[in-house]
């Protein structure tokens, strides 16, 4: 366990945050292609950003039959970005773990989601699989959480729309969500999310990751107008699953 400048943050004192950090994130190059392994904790400091270290992530967003975004706020145990509001699930695939790094239709990125949306929500495998799972894009980003602490990631965007039936005892009971990960939920239409992200620029409102800012800033409105197509065709095509959106290039702080 680190301690900086003699003090432990409240997430390095959490026994499963602080195990955690010891799973193996997959390092990639700047086009995503693998070119190693390191630990979570090894990954997230700020020495090894500056140095380059990129690895990969996952991005889902979940979406009700209405058309509304599912939104989590972090638990403030969390090692980076605590207690700010995100998107549905974010996390990892790992490497050497039920075959995470798979790239080939995204099923790597896609188990791991399955996975985290378990273990962060509640959310049943029964409500989400490979199939309902959408593969749009992938974005690369850089971010400070604090002087010791950051992200920098090149992020599967996926989307996912289910009214989560089986997660929820058919609508009877609210998400069964993990305390160790998640501080509160809510949904949320265009609307909305655009008046929390006014909200957040003006420093009066609540705070949002920088991965899911940057998103909704430069790519997700229009996505969300097309929400039917991209789910019926499986994604945005090909050429975009191809791309990577360089939203940030070099991370702001780090």
């Known amino acids: 366990m680190s301690v900086e400048n003699g003090v432990q943050t409240a997430a ?17 190059d700047w086009d995503d292609k693998p070119v190693g392994s390191a630990t979570k904790r090894v ?24 058309g509304e975004l599912l939104l989590q706020q972090r638990a ?13 699930s974010c996390s990892h695939p790992l490497h050497g773990y039920n075959d995470e790094f798979i790239e080939e239709n995204a099923v790597g990125v896609k188990r791991a989601a ?30 400070a959480s604090d002087e010791t ?3 920098h990631e090149i992020d ?21 969500v993990n305390p160790n990960e998640c501080e509160a939920i809510r949904w949320v239409n265009p609307e909305q999310l655009q008046a929390m992200m006014d909200e957040s620029k003006s420093g009066k409102g609540v705070l949002l990751t920088p991965w899911f800012g940057l998103i909704a800033e430069q790519l997700l ?18 050429e975009q699953r191809k791309v990577i959106h360089r939203l940030q290039e070099k991370p702001h702080a780090v």
Not at 76 to 88: A, D, H, S
């Open 114 to 143: 399955i996975r985290k949306l378990e273990h962060e929500l509640g959310i049943s495998n029964l409500d989400v699989s490979q199939e309902n799972l959408h593969w749009l894009t992938r974005i690369h980003y850089g971010a």
């Open 76 to 88: 403030g145990c969390k090692i980076t970005f605590p207690l700010r509001w995100t998107n549905t």
């Open 12 to 28: 390095e004192v959490d026994a499963e945050q602080n195990r955690m950090m010891e799973e193996e994130c997959i390092l990639v």
């Open 149 to 151: 602490w950051g992200e």
């Open 221 to 238: 409105f229009p996505w969300w107008k097309n929400l039917k197509q991209i789910i019926e065709n499986d994604g945005l095509g090909e």
């Open 156 to 176: 599967w965007i996926l989307f996912l729309q289910t009214d989560l039936p089986a997660s929820t005892a058919n609508g009877t009971v609210p998400l069964p």
């Open 43 to 66: 990954c997230h400091k700020v020495p090894a950003i500056r140095e380059g270290m990129l690895h990969r992530a996952f991005s889902v967003f979940l979406y009700n039959s209405a």
